[in-house]
């Protein structure tokens, strides 16, 4: 009966007598589990957002440092219209692109080959989709 009480002791012996969890190795959680492992903002937080998903981190940890000087929700109100000009940006440059680029090589590459428009972006446009794969599986049956 008594080495049921001492090994009832030794596993509360196990549990880390401070509270300071900054130290821990994150590296073997998934940065999804930031609020679940770590709802407290500070250091454990910090270290969590730099070193989950096998040390890669999240995109952005200093938004998760930043605990001293500005709460979680004005770090993010301040980022996010930010972010949102940023992917705006992102897609009229890509719009632009393809409207200067690639809609006048498929109209030209319609015309020699003697098809209607619609009929041009219906099949070369899915064709170009799946180029690249289409390759890949040609490199893959190629080598082996």
Excluded: H
């Excluded at 109100?77 to 972010?83: A, E, Q």
């Excluded at 992102?90 to 680029?101: K, N, Q, V």
């Excluded at 289409?134 to 190629?142: D, E, L, N, Y």
Aim: aromatic share 12%.
């Amino acid at each position: 009966l008594r080495w049921l009480n001492d090994a009832a002791n030794e596993d509360d012996d196990q549990v880390p007598a401070n509270d300071d969890s900054s130290n821990m190795d994150y590296s073997s959680y998934s940065c999804n589990n930031l609020f679940e492992i770590t709802p407290d903002r500070g250091e454990a937080q910090c270290a969590f957002a730099k070193a989950c998903n096998s040390g890669a981190g999240v995109w952005a940890p200093w938004v998760f440092c930043s605990y001293a000087r500005y709460s979680l929700k004005f770090t993010c109100g301040v980022l996010s219209p930010l972010i949102v000009l940023w992917l705006v940006i992102l897609f009229r440059l890509l719009g632009s692109t393809a409207e200067d680029y690639f809609s006048p090589a498929l109209e030209m590459l319609a015309y020699k080959l003697g098809l209607p428009p619609r009929f041009a972006g219906v099949t070369l446009l899915a064709l170009g989709n799946g180029a690249a794969d289409v390759s890949a599986t040609v490199s893959a049956i190629t080598n082996d």
